[in-house]
């Protein structure tokens, strides 16, 4: 177990350029597998590489796919094997802690000719597969899991045999707004030659749609509808692809720069796809001072330099529609709502739930355990601003998002915290304690 122990920290004032938040984890998935399966070779730079990622990683290296890593330039090259040269696994393959790997690999190996296993830790062994089983399932594919006494799904270990007639398309409107369910079903589609409909009621993030047209794939996106047929070999333009900054991580530090008095954060390279930046107008409708400046678009991932200031935060309702593009930064919104007067409402969340945590109930533990007021809901929370924070001591429940929460709100409300079970933060965020040693943050982590 890794505990992080942090004093009330002394420091007051944030003045600081943070260059290295790490690439985006939705990206860094999406490259090793739309990579995989082009015609050539690839190479993106800011790769992720945190567990989560590696994991996708290593699972394309067993399926059969040369991908040649620099950990210093942070670069992967994928020798594209098409979208049929996938070739068997020699032993089940493993995600980790990762839903994202699990969720979209499904989507491909459904379309293969082979039989393989995946499966994860404890948390992924606990995560709903029926909602991509199913409309698998719909389109001509072999898969069975496993069941859980007491709870109508399936759950890993996933096994996925050759579909005997291949795979039928679809047209499919997705009942939660998952770009988990909506990305498997688009790879699905990649290995039938009619056209696949998937209708999302609600906007939820678009990486896949938007890296596939980036590689030629016949995919059209009409309003709430995307079209998508495996008509087109894929292939990669011939440069190389920048992934920019995870919005998800960049997010504890634009809060902290919120939250701590006389102080200012400027972050470089954060990713600003509309699907995902919802967070920004978020906190803007808070009271946030955040800045967005010198935006590029790069191959339709757009990202930019964001500069936030010390605020006065005011808490208010969350929108429904909003819910599905913050749906990560959720648990550091509630520590931020720590900071602001009113009642910060969150309500059409249950997907909550069934994250890597059941993130609505490890929310109401950190913040109660905080000294902050928060009730539960099936569906979300209220919590009410501003609170007067108490030393504390929390399990994270092994979820990154909530280690990584309490240890913004501990160093933001200038209260000790003990925070156990923080070896998580590696599955997505790798240099966290390094942005906050590079702050002048003083904590201690051991491991026992
Ligand atoms: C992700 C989609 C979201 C998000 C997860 C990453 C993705 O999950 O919570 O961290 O990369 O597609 P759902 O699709 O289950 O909402």
């Given amino acids: 177990m890794t505990t992080c122990t942090l004093n009330a920290q002394e420091k007051t004032a ?109 948390s992924i062994k606990h995560r709903p597969m029926k909602r991509v089983a199913g409309p698998l399932a719909q389109m001509g594919a072999v898969i069975t899991g496993t069941s859980r006494e007491g709870r109508q799904d399936i759950f890993p270990p996933l096994t996925i045999s050759k579909a005997p007639t291949g795979l039928q398309p679809i047209t499919y409107t997705l009942p939660v707004a998952s770009a988990q369910v909506k990305s498997c079903i688009i790879f699905a589609s990649l290995y039938s030659d009619q056209r696949s409909t998937i209708i999302e009621p609600e906007t939820c993030r678009d990486h896949t749609e938007r890296l596939l047209r980036h590689y030629g794939a016949d995919i059209e996106v009409n309003g709430p509808q995307i079209h998508v047929s495996g008509k087109h070999p894929l292939r990669c333009p011939d440069d190389v692809f920048y992934i920019p900054g995870d919005i998800s991580s ?9 939250i701590m008095k006389n102080s200012e954060l400027t972050l470089t390279g954060i990713g600003l796809n509309p699907t995902r930046n919802r967070l920004i107008s978020v906190l803007q409708k808070m009271g946030a001072d955040i800045e967005v400046f010198d935006i590029k678009n790069q191959d339709g991932e757009p990202y930019g330099t964001l500069r936030v200031r010390s605020s006065v935060l005011t808490n208010g309702p969350v929108d429904p529609a909003d819910v599905p593009i913050i749906i990560d930064e959720i648990p550091i919104l509630a520590i931020t709502a720590l900071f602001g007067n009113g009642t910060f409402q969150v309500r059409d969340a249950q997907e909550l ?31 009410k ?64």
């Fill in 353 to 383: 739930r069934v994250k890597e945590s059941d993130r609505i109930q490890s929310i109401c533990h950190m913040i109660n355990a905080m000294g902050g007021s928060i009730t539960e809901y099936d569906d979300g929370f209220d919590l």
């Fill in 14 to 122: 944030l003045t600081s350029m943070i260059t290295t938040i790490p690439g985006d984890k939705s990206i860094s998935h999406r490259a090793i597998m739309i990579g995989a399966l082009a015609e050539n070779t690839s190479h993106f730079t800011n790769f992720l590489f945190s567990e989560d990622c590696l994991n996708t990683l290593a699972i394309f290296q067993a399926l059969g796919v040369n991908i040649t890593v620099s950990t210093q330039e942070k670069s992967v090259v994928i020798k594209g094997v098409g979208l049929h040269g996938l070739t068997a696994p020699a032993k089940t393959l493993e995600v980790g802690n990762s839903g994202t790997s699990i969720r979209l690999l499904s989507g491909i190996l459904s379309g293969q000719k082979f039989t393989s296993t995946i499966t994860g830790d404890t």
């Fill in 385 to 448: 601003g501003p609170a007067v924070l108490q030393p504390f001591e929390i399990d994270s429940h092994h979820d990154h998002r909530i280690a990584m929460s309490a240890i913004i709100g501990s160093i933001g409300g200038h209260v000790a915290a003990t925070v156990h079970n923080c070896a998580c933060i590696n599955t997505s965020f790798p240099n966290f304690f390094d942005i906050l040693t590079h702050l002048g943050v003083q904590y201690d982590l051991s491991h026992d």
């Fill in 250 to 258: 960049a997010a504890f530090f634009i809060v902290l720069g919120l």
